[in-house]
């Protein structure tokens, strides 16, 4: 049955919630970062909610610069649960939802990031997507043996590569590999094994893998990345692509920059599903609505919202918080940056405006209202070729989440913009992605008939 296209959702479920405050929230329990519970509650209503995923962003190590010093101890987000062995235990007490954790290609090996998420596809019924990024900070490159992270051309080729191997890993062995005849005594077709024997620029991994094809043939892979080398790799290899955007015309632009990348590849424009970063902060009314996020905007303390803005401009410390904003000081992560200056010179901002305007969404796009108002800005998008969907950033959890839950989701599907039940046990499924073809095995088949 040809269904209408929908809009897809994800969560970013990171900590107590995307806004610098979040952890402040009178409601947010204090320690739930670190927490079990708190986790289960989070995935949990998005899976009431029917999100396509949640997401789990990570760095390894703290990504944030203590500047201006002691800004760091007013922040959250230092502590974290490494992605894959917390989504491991949500598999548990979920059914649907898609789970995705972020993997870097700078500090890992192909065989470990293939070998766990093929196992998390197992683990989960099919509901595995690794969020594939590159570690742009130094600080992570501080906890691997060197002073600086790699230049973006290395990284992103490094990540290339990366991808690569981990495909064909997870193409060592053939959907009916495993026969497991007792009364033969025979496990598993040789034919159907494929050994990689990948000899690169940056790795030799010969493989296979030993873990069976998984229940999704591979899990989605998701990118996060903006700059020219992040959107080649999203259009030759991902499946979902988590943007960030603040105007329908820059959201625009991205979209079809990215998309028309995708030819090239021999890959479908539908078969990638872009999903810009969405912080909605819904009310019964406006003024509710506006209440809500006030009660966080107030938390944000000057020397906090300063480290906002240091992570992406440098340290603006010496300039005054009610002057304008100046050039950046040190520009550290460069498409977050522009966001930043953009929002900065479309306002006239201040320094301290700017902080503010940021501590919620961080560059991400904002919508406060009722849910009519909410679902109008994300359809808005949705038909103007912006999106295929939304990941939704909760500025605190999880009451933030549960508010979209309650609010926003039920007014989507009025308007017949969102699935009421899920489609499928897997994340592909779910998303309306293919079953990948297994490339190998399709080279092999079209050898063997060729031979006949
Ligand atoms: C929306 C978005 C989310 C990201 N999430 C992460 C993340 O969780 N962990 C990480 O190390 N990098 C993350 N990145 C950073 C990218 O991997 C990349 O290193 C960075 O964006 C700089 O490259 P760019 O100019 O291509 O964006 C994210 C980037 C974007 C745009």
């Known amino acids: 049955m040809a269904s209408k296209r929908q809009i897809r959702l994800g969560v970013s479920m990171i900590g107590l919630g995307y806004h610098l405050a979040g952890w402040r929230h009178p409601d947010a329990p ?10 289960i509650r989070v ?13 789990l962003a990570d760095g390894v190590g703290i990504r944030f610069h203590d500047e201006p010093a002691g800004a760091l101890a007013r922040t959250s987000k230092n502590v974290q649960f490494e992605p894959l062995t917390l989504l491991s235990a949500l598999a548990m007490v979920t059914k649907n939802v ?11 090996e192909p065989y470990h990031v293939a070998r766990k998420f093929a196992s998390l596809d197992h683990i989960s019924g099919g509901r595995a997507g690794w969020n594939v990024v590159t570690s742009v900070t130094d600080m992570e490159a501080q906890n691997f043996n060197r002073d600086k992270a790699p ?6 080729d490094r990540a290339a590569e990366f991808v690569e191997v981990v495909r064909g890993l997870w193409e060592s062995w053939e959907d009916d590999a495993f026969i497991r005849d007792k009364a033969r005594g025979l496990n598993y077709d040789p034919s159907k094994l494929h050994v990689l024997n990948h000899q690169g620029q940056h790795f030799q991994v010969r493989g296979p893998l030993n873990v069976a094809r998984t ?3 591979m899990p989605v892979i998701v990118q996060a990345g903006a700059s020219e080398q992040g959107r080649e790799l999203a259009a030759a290899t991902a499946d979902v692509v988590y943007a960030a955007a603040q105007t329908l015309e820059d959201a625009q632009a991205y979209y079809a920059d990215v998309k028309d990348r995708m030819a090239k590849y021999g890959r479908e424009r539908d078969h990638l599903k872009i999903m810009p970063g969405l912080m909605a902060i819904p009310g019964h009314t406006r003024q509710e609505a506006q209440d809500r996020y006030e009660v966080l905007q107030e938390l944000v303390q000057p020397l906090v919202g300063l480290g906002a803005l240091s992570n992406y401009l440098g340290d603006l410390s010496a300039y005054p918080l009610d002057g304008p904003v100046p050039a950046p000081v040190n520009r550290r992560m460069h498409s977050r940056a522009q966001i930043f200056l953009d929002i900065a010179a479309r306002g006239n901002l201040t320094i301290r405006q700017l902080y503010l305007s940021v501590a919620g969404g961080n560059g ?13 800005a994300m359809e808005e998008w949705f038909t103007q070729d912006a999106a295929d969907g939304f990941n939704i950033l909760p500025p605190w959890l999880p009451g933030g989440l549960e508010d979209v839950v309650e609010m926003v989701v ?15 046990p ?4 779910i998303l309306g992605l293919p079953y990948p073809t297994h490339r190998r095995a399709a080279i092999a088949a079209a050898l063997g008939s060729a031979a006949q």
Request: hydrophobic share 35%.
């Open 410 to 424: 039920p007014e989507m599907q009025r308007r017949g913009l969102f699935r009421t039940a899920y489609e499928g």
């Open 215 to 217: 229940p999704q043939g």
């Open 364 to 376: 991400h796009r904002t919508v406060i209202g009722t849910p009519a108002d909410i679902v109008d």
């Open 30 to 39: 204090a320690g739930g970062n670190m927490e079990l519970p708190h986790f």
């Open 43 to 55: 995935t949990q209503a998005a899976e009431r909610g029917l999100f396509d995923m949640a997401f």
């Open 151 to 156: 230049g973006y051309d290395l990284r992103y």
């Open 426 to 429: 897997t994340l592909r499924e």
């Open 98 to 108: 898609g789970l995705v954790a972020t993997a870097s290609t700078t500090y890992n």
